[in-house]
């Protein structure tokens, strides 16, 4: 992937020698050691997108800024996560306009290396989205405690169970995605299947025998994202799971930003200037009645509310009409077995979401309808998240090759001692044998010799009776046949 480093070396020849000018620790400065920025005054190629609207301006404004300098559009997607986790979950999409509400979930995969702004980044879309109310932020060890996340199981007055609410949000929080990667190989592991089906708002739990250990979380009764750093070498935790479709479903950005400028204004004046950050999440619709949700939690339990109560309460949010037209072209492809990319099979229903978070974003107290230059701006989310992804998979093919390069060279190494130490150790067994036989003084066959030695050796016989008369401490015994097998041999 490009760095700020490349993108420096691209622009070398904007930088004039004769004027003091030279790359120093891979940024251009003067002579006098102040910082130049070859690239100030170059378009952004992304100039139109950034400035739709206030709140991108400012989040690149603020990505951009001294004490931040993470990727726009990696604090772009973290931002739209925490909003989504701060949303109602039956604040619902229905694109297709089916009937079969679609969940507002976000998985987002910071790229970059150890040490690029992966931390960086989740920490300023916390500074730009502070309340995501009271949601429940954890690391996953398991599938089965993502359930426990939302609810607990507490005594009821006739001495049963039922399901508590704590909360309908959950935001996952992972570092390192090795971590998502050793729960998920463990034996019996349902993590894997439980984030696929979160991702889809689907129920989630089981329906253990013992009813204390019982945690279903009926369908869209939750929201929950999810934000993970992802070191290109190590990304086939996600990209090897493909046939699941668990990539398909991620937003994928590099945390590094080849554009950054080098002179940039500090963070604490950027922050003065923000009109759309911090974020007021109390604009925000409110969560389902408590009682609706816990009826829904309960479905068999009796009760003023039903469990049907809480899919009535659904809002949803609306598109333009060519957003229909879309998925309906798109399900026409699919059912005709054109979609060429597995990896952009669910492309379009993530496109939906981010347009939806898009809309809540710029319009926080109003109910979301979607505009199409939302929908244009989610495409544009869309198209740079898949260009990041290839970047991605480029690099982890090319780490893995030089792992496997890496393994094959010490493969060769360790054979080549391996076969040193079995000549020398035939050596001073061949030594040991003629020297105990004084009758051989005449010579004997190496054939002989061979039978004479350990198993474990005698493939290293010819190569050591080799050594061995090169070396003078044995010579031949007539002609030469060209085997050292088929010599004869004496103690010199």
């Given amino acids: 992937m490009m760095t700020d480093l490349d993108t420096a070396t691209d622009v070398r020849d904007d930088i004039d020698p004769l004027r003091g000018q030279f790359m120093g620790d891979g940024i251009p400065r003067s002579a006098g050691g102040q910082l130049l920025d070859p690239l100030e005054g170059t378009p952004d190629p992304d100039d139109a997108f950034w400035k739709s609207s206030d709140a991108l301006e400012e989040i690149r404004m603020y990505a951009r800024s001294r004490g931040i300098r993470v990727n726009p559009w990696a604090l772009l997607s973290a931002v739209l996560a925490r909003v989504s986790v701060a949303l109602p979950p039956n604040i619902v999409a229905d694109p297709l306009r089916n009937g079969q509400p679609i969940p507002l979930q976000l998985f987002i995969a910071l790229l970059g290396p150890s040490g690029a702004g992966k931390g960086i980044t989740e920490r300023a879309a916390a500074n730009l989205v502070p309340d995501i109310r009271s949601a429940s932020t954890h690391i996953p060890a ?9 609810a607990v199981r507490e005594r009821t007055d006739d001495g ?10 959950a935001l996952l929080s992972v570092p390192e995605i090795t971590h998502l990667g050793g729960a998920a190989r463990r034996i019996g592991s349902t993590l894997i299947s439980t984030l696929l089906s979160a991702f889809q708002g689907e129920p989630i739990g089981a329906a253990n025998r013992n009813e204390a250990d019982r945690y279903e979380i009926p369908r869209n009764g939750y929201r929950l994202c999810l934000i993970t750093g992802v070191q ?18 991620f937003l994928w950005f590099d945390v590094r930003d080849p554009e950054m400028p080098v002179n940039a204004m500090e963070t604490d004046r950027v922050a003065d200037m923000l009109t759309c950050f911090p974020y007021d999440s109390s604009r925000l619709p409110t ?6 949700l816990r009826s829904y939690y309960n479905p068999l339990s ?6 049907s109560d809480y899919p009535r309460s659904y809002r949803y949010v ?15 492809r699919v059912n005709h077995g054109a979609v ?3 990896l952009d099979a669910h492309r379009l229903m993530v496109t939906a979401r981010v347009a939806a978070l898009l809309a809540v974003l710029e319009r926080p107290g109003a109910f979301p309808n979607v505009t199409e230059a939302e929908w244009r701006n989610a495409t544009t989310i869309l198209e740079r998240s898949g260009s990041y992804r290839s970047e991605c998979i480029r690099d982890m093919k090319r780490a893995r090759s030089s792992l496997r390069a890496d393994e094959l060279e010490i493969s060769e190494t360790a054979k080549s001692e391996v076969q040193s130490r079995g000549v020398e150790t035939a050596k001073d067994k061949i030594l040991d044998w003629m020297s105990s036989q004084p009758r051989l003084r005449t010579g004997v066959k190496g054939r002989t ?3 004479h030695i350990t198993r474990a050796c005698r493939q290293y016989v010819s190569p050591a009776l080799a050594e061995l008369h090169t070396d003078g401490y044995i010579s031949l015994c007539g002609d030469d046949t060209g085997y050292e097998s088929r010599n004869m041999w004496r103690l010199t």
Avoid: H, W
Avoid at 142 to 150: A, C, D, K, Q
Avoid at 287 to 292: E, G, K
Avoid at 318 to 332: H, K
């Fill in 302 to 307: 009796d009760g003023i509310c039903k469990p």
């Fill in 160 to 169: 049963g169970t039922r399901l508590k609410p704590l909360t309908p949000r």
């Fill in 449 to 451: 010799i061979t039978q």
């Fill in 232 to 249: 290109p070498a190590n990304a086939g935790v996600l990209l090897d799971e493909t046939a699941s479709g668990l990539p398909q479903r």
């Fill in 340 to 342: 060429t990319d597995p």
């Fill in 142 to 150: 398991s599938g089965e405690g993502i359930p426990t996340m939302f």
């Fill in 287 to 292: 969560d389902p009645d408590s009682a609706v």
């Fill in 318 to 332: 609306t598109y333009p009409d060519v957003v229909a037209g879309e998925f309906d072209l798109q399900r026409i």
